[in-house]
């Protein structure tokens, strides 16, 4: 760009990495260069780079999706995460953190998570406007606090939370990126001192479950405490604070904005409403063997994150000179995928930008053409215990109330890595009545630009 360079193309990806990806792919095709002439930054869309990418961990490394700073710094320490983590580190640190996501394990923590949930649409009153987003957030948080954390209504874990939020969104700006000077009035001076100060909060929770005991639990932090403070320890203090603070702000910013737009789907399109209020109608209780056997729940989920994937892209670092496409890339060329447009291949996905669940009746794409949790050595290790989660509360919610989009609100994507929403989801609260057939209502912003909305919408 002219006067700034390629610091121009940075602002620009990370401002709206979705328009950029997509704008560049449509002029470009599915392999393109970030800078014309300049090494760095190579993308590759579609399951074919997806296949090559994912499949290969010794060619092509896992570095993470913040910026790391400076060695040793609590900025260092807080990214050092699974995301970074490669070869026998990576496995080792997996192992520990593995066991209370396997799936045989998640259903202990289904009466917890029937529990919250109702604790809050018990709050839901017909009538009043919630910001689902935020209500979202609020619950997923409240259950990675009990269930991986042990620490159930402690503030110092939900403090930790919003933290954590507030300093994913810190490292991933450009300023941060770009204007690399440790001073307290530049972005990077400020997100250097937040990262200290978050670091003791991370460290004040520790010291609160250790409190509480670590003999037989099962929660994710009793079980990195036990692998740490073991005669042989298996986590070192450094592995222990970045892999605490990884699992909780994994947890609870992917899973509450996968349901923020499943609700949001929903409210929109009154006949797959519909059909899935009949089929909750089945349920006799909320039994968690069979909400998880409902085929049309099952189906509405995948479509939603195959709509509005959490992560929208990832990228490896090339470990070694290695031929993609009809290129060969230099050692230490970043790679990125792109799950947000693998999922709207229209040579995988008939009409991409519809919401269409019944696709899924008969559609069985390969894990390189649909990769909502990822695939290979660094797959998302919650994706089970996401889904049954996402699976409860949306059939407890909708079971109870119907919910309908404010009218003529502005609904705009908000990425930093995952995908939110900018400036929440204002729904009005309603009985459930299973009147859907007027249930879509005009909405303005670029959720027009992902997904096709006919019945009462406008741009």
Request: net charge positive; hydrophobic share 40%.
């Amino acid at each position: 760009m002219p006067f700034v360079g390629w610091r121009g193309n940075l602002f620009s990806f990370l401002a709206d990495p979705i328009a950029y990806m997509s704008r560049a792919q449509r002029e470009y095709g599915d392999l393109f260069l970030f800078v014309r002439g300049r090494r760095g930054m190579v993308f590759g869309i579609g399951a074919e780079y997806n296949q090559q990418f994912l499949s290969d961990a010794g060619t092509f490394a896992n570095v993470g999706i913040t910026f790391q700073g400076p060695k040793n710094s609590s900025q260092w320490r807080l990214g050092l995460t699974l995301l970074n983590m490669n070869a026998e580190q990576h496995r080792r640190a997996r192992q520990v953190v593995a066991a209370p996501f396997y799936t045989k394990e998640i259903v202990k923590y289904v009466p917890s998570v029937k529990a919250m949930t109702g604790r809050l649409i018990a709050g839901w009153k017909p009538g009043e406007t919630k910001d689902i987003c935020a209500e979202m957030k609020t619950l997923i948080k409240q259950i990675a606090a009990d269930i991986l954390f042990g620490l159930e209504d402690d503030p110092t874990a939900f403090d930790v939370a919003d933290s954590f939020d507030a300093w994913h969104h810190m490292s991933n700006s450009a300023s941060v990126r770009v204007l690399r000077w440790n001073t307290p009035l530049t972005p990077y001076g400020r997100l250097l001192r937040y990262a200290e100060k978050l670091e003791a909060k991370v460290r004040l929770m520790i010291a609160k479950r250790r409190a509480k005991g670590l003999e037989g639990g099962n929660d994710v932090l009793s079980l990195l405490l036990s692998a740490h403070d073991a005669p042989e320890p298996r986590l070192s203090d450094d592995e222990l604070i970045g892999l605490t603070g990884f699992v909780f702000n994994a947890s609870f910013e992917t899973t509450a904005h996968a349901l923020t737009w499943t609700f949001f789907l929903l409210a929109q399109h009154p006949e797959e409403a519909a059909r899935l209020h009949e089929e909750l109608q089945g349920l006799e209780d909320d039994a968690w063997e069979k909400i998880a056997a409902l085929p049309y729940l099952d189906a509405v989920l995948k479509e939603s994150m195959r709509l509005f994937p959490p992560p929208v892209y990832s990228y490896r670092v090339c470990t070694k000179d290695v031929k993609v496409g009809p290129y060969l890339l230099p050692k230490g060329t970043p790679v990125f995928h792109s799950h947000y447009l693998t999922h709207r291949s229209p040579q995988v996905f008939e009409d991409p930008k519809r919401f269409r669940p019944e696709r899924w009746e008969s559609q069985q794409p390969s894990p390189f053409e649909y990769l909502p949790f990822g695939y290979g050595a660094h797959s998302c290790l919650g994706g089970a215990l996401a889904t049954m989660m996402m699976k409860i509360i949306v059939a407890m919610a909708l079971k109870a109330r119907r919910l309908q989009v404010v009218p003529d609100a502005r609904i705009d994507r908000h990425v930093v890595v995952t995908l939110g929403v900018k400036r929440g989801m204002p729904m009005k609260v309603f009985e459930q009545d299973g009147r859907y057939e007027n249930n879509a209502v005009p909405v303005r912003g670029n959720v027009h630009e992902m997904v096709k909305l006919e019945r009462g919408t406008q741009a």
